[in-house]
C-alpha cells in the first residue's frame, strides 16, 4: 500500500521552507478548485521528496525536494494560498 | 499557554533525554529538556533524526505526548516496530543523557485546545493514542471541563498505553469517558467491545452530530480512514474530523 | 558538536560485495517502495502502451498485443538515489529497441509518462542498445501495484527513479523535458557509477 499521510505530516519540512505554518494555511487546488487546509490534504513523503496532493483529483499541489542545501518548491498544483496574518 | 505560532522557519536543534520510561512492553516514552523551545499545542509533533557515524540519516515523526502546560520538557511514545529502522533504536538504545536532533513544533491544523471547546470525541489506533494524550493532559492541566469520550482500539489490554493514567483520570473526572475496544483479545469477563471499529460501533459512542462536537482521529491509516468516513456518515462535518494517519503500520 | 546519535546504525548491513555497489550505495535486501502518489489500478482491458510525439506514425499496443510481443528475461542490479541496491532481480520484460523499431523517429529524447502523471526523460541512446525494458514481470510473478505493475519502464543502468512505474508509454521528442524529479533537483542523466544524484553533479 501506498504511504499516504496527511498534509500535517509535510509540516515539518513545509516550517523549514516557510516562516509560518503551511498546515493551517487553505489553498486552492489547480486542478479541480477544492480549497482546504494542507493539513488535511494527501501527503506523500519519501526519500526524495515529499509530494503533497489534493485528496479530491490527487493533483500534486505541493512538490518539495531538498538538494544540497537548497529547497526545490514547485507549487503549480496550487493556485491560491490563504497565509494566516501575524497575530 | 496561548501557544501562540511559530513565525520564523523551522530549524533542527539538539534535545537531551532526561527521562525514559517504558509504557508497555513495546512502547518507551522520551523526556527532553529543549533549550529555547517556544512550546507547543496539544496534537503538534516533533520530526527527529539520527545520524549514524557514517553519515547516513534517518527521520521519523513522532506526537508530543506530554502538555503544552510541561514545556519546555517535551515527551514523546515511540512504539517499536519489528522492523523498524529507528523506532528499536530509540526504545531499546536511548539512554539518559543521550541528545536527539529535532525540529519541532510542527503541525496547528491537528491541534485542540481547551478554548476551543467540545464536546470532544478522541479516537485513537495503537500509538495513535498519543497526540490525543497530550490533548487529555492539556484538559486536565487547564482545568477545563469540557465533555470528552475518548475510544481507544487497541489489540489488547496490555498494549493499552497509559493505561493506569487514563484509567484514573476517567475514574476521578465524570465528563471524561473511556471506551476500549480490543481487537485481538479481550480480558477475562470483559463485556465491552471486542471488535475492530466500524461505524456502528462509532455510532454507539460517537457525540450527535447535533451537539457540534469536534473530532480527532489518530492511529494506522485503514484504521483512520474507517472512522473518519463513519464520522462524516454520521453527519459530522469534515472541518471537524481532524485526521492524523501514522502509514499502514503506524510508524517506524 | 557533534550530530552523530550514539549507536545509531540504521538498516543497513555489512555485505561482502565490494565492487558490485556504486559509491555511497548500501546493500537492501527488502524491496523498498517510494510513493509519489496514489497507486493506480488501470483494468488490463483498458490499458495500453503508445509511443508517440515526434514520430512519422504513432504506435499503440493494447495488453493482449503488448504480451504477445518478444519478450526476454533480464537480471539486473538496481540503484536507487536514496542509497540502497538490490541486487541480482529478475525480471521479463519486452526491449525498447523491440518497441522502438515499430515507429519512424528522429527524435532525441525519449519522455515516459504514467499513470498518475509521472514522468521521467533520457536521451534515445541511453535506452537502445539493450539497456532498457517495459517490464511486467518481476521475480516470475506480475509486478504487484506498488512496484509498479502490472508494466513499468526498467532502466537498470540510471538511478531506478528513471524505471518508471505504471508506464503507459513514450513520448518521443526532439527537445529534452526534464521529468518530475529531474525538475526538482535531480540529475538529468542519473549514472549511478558516476554518482550523479542531484543537478549539477
Known amino acids: ?87 | ?252 | 558538536m557533534s550530530s552523530i546519535s550514539r549507536g545509531f546504525r540504521g538498516r543497513r548491513e555489512e555485505s561482502g560485495v565490494a565492487g558490485r555497489l556504486p559509491p555511497g550505495q548500501y546493500l537492501e535486501r527488502g524491496f523498498p517502495v517510494l510513493s509519489a502518489g496514489p497507486t493506480p489500478h488501470t483494468p488490463l482491458d483498458r490499458w495500453d502502451f503508445s509511443i508517440m510525439g515526434s514520430v512519422t506514425q504513432p504506435k499503440r499496443w493494447t495488453w493482449e498485443e503488448f504480451r504477445a510481443l518478444p519478450h526476454e528475461p533480464v537480471k539486473a542490479d538496481i540503484h536507487c538515489v536514496t542509497k540502497w541496491s538490490k541486487l541480482d532481480t529478475h525480471w521479463d520484460g519486452v526491449s525498447l529497441d523491440t518497441l522502438l523499431a515499430q515507429v519512424e523517429s528522429e527524435a532525441d529524447y525519449v519522455i515516459a509518462f504514467c499513470d498518475g502523471g509521472y514522468t521521467t526523460n533520457l536521451p534515445r541512446d541511453e535506452v537502445t542498445g539493450g539497456k532498457a525494458w517495459i517490464a511486467d514481470a518481476y521475480e516470475g510473478e506480475p509486478i504487484a501495484p506498488e512496484h509498479g505493475g502490472p508494466a513499468r519502464l526498467l532502466v537498470p543502468h540510471l538511478y531506478f527513479w528513471k524505471s518508471a512505474k505504471w508506464v503507459r508509454g513514450l513520448r518521443m521528442s526532439d527537445e529534452d523535458e526534464p521529468g518530475f524529479w529531474e525538475s526538482l533537483g535531480y540529475h538529468n542523466l542519473g549514472d549511478p557509477w558516476k554518482e550523479q544524484r542531484y543537478s549539477g553533479d
Open chain 2, 1 to 252: 499557554m496561548e501557544g501562540t505560532a511559530v513565525q520564523r522557519r523551522l530549524i533542527w536543534r539538539f534535545g537531551e533525554v532526561v527521562a525514559a520510561r517504558a509504557e508497555t512492553a513495546r512502547a518507551k516514552s522520551l523526556t527532553l529538556t529543549v533549550p529555547e523551545w517556544p512550546g507547543h499545542r496539544a496534537g503538534q509533533h516533533v520530526d527527529v533524526r539520527l545520524t549514524a557515524d557514517d553519515g547516513y540519516q534517518a527521520e521519523r515523526s513522532y506526537s508530543i505526548a506530554s502538555p503544552p502546560e510541561d514545556s519546555p520538557k517535551v515527551t514523546i511514545t515511540v512504539e517499536r516496530l519489528d522492523d523498524g529502522e529507528v523506532s528499536p533504536y530509540l526504545v531499546d538504545e536511548v539512554r539518559i543523557g543521550d541528545r536527539l536532533e529535532l525540529r519541532g513544533p510542527i503541525g496547528g491544523y491537528f491541534v485542540w485546545e481547551a478554548q476551543m471547546g467540545g464536546p470532544l470525541l478522541l479516537v485513537g489506533g495503537g500509538s495513535g493514542i498519543v497526540p490525543l494524550m497530550a490533548m487529555i493532559r492539556h484538559r486536565k492541566a487547564a482545568g477545563s471541563a469540557v465533555p470528552t469520550r475518548l475510544l481507544y482500539s487497541s489489540r489488547s489490554s496490555a498494549e493499552v498505553i497509559y493505561r493506569d493514567e487514563l484509567e484514573n483520570a476517567a475514574r476521578l473526572d465524570g465528563g471524561l469517558k473511556l471506551i476500549y475496544t480490543f481487537t485481538r483479545v479481550q480480558p477475562p469477563g470483559w463485556t465491552g467491545y471486542g471488535r475492530r471499529i466500524d461505524v456502528g460501533l462509532l455510532g454507539e459512542v460517537a457525540w450527535l452530530a447535533g451537539d457540534h462536537p469536534r473530532a480527532y482521529i489518530c492511529g494506522p491509516t485503514p484504521f483512520v480512514e474507517t472512522a473518519a468516513a463513519a464520522l462524516v456518515s454520521l453527519g459530522y462535518p469534515d472541518a471537524y474530523v481532524k485526521t492524523e494517519r501514522f502509514g499502514p503500520t503506524g510508524g517506524g
Open chain 1, 1 to 87: 500500500m501506498e504511504r499516504k499521510l496527511d498534509g500535517n505530516a509535510a509540516g515539518g519540512i513545509l516550517h523549514a521552507v516557510f516562516p509560518f505554518d503551511m498546515t493551517v494555511t487553505r489553498a486552492t487546488c489547480a486542478g479541480c478548485g477544492a480549497i482546504g487546509a494542507v493539513g488535511a490534504l494527501a501527503a506523500y513523503i519519501h526519500g526524495m521528496g515529499t509530494v503533497v496532493r489534493c485528496p479530491r483529483c490527487d493533483t500534486a499541489m505541493i512538490r518539495l525536494a531538498y538538494v544540497k542545501g537548497r529547497y526545490w518548491l514547485d507549487m503549480r498544483g496550487a493556485r491560491v494560498l490563504q497565509i494566516e496574518g501575524e497575530q
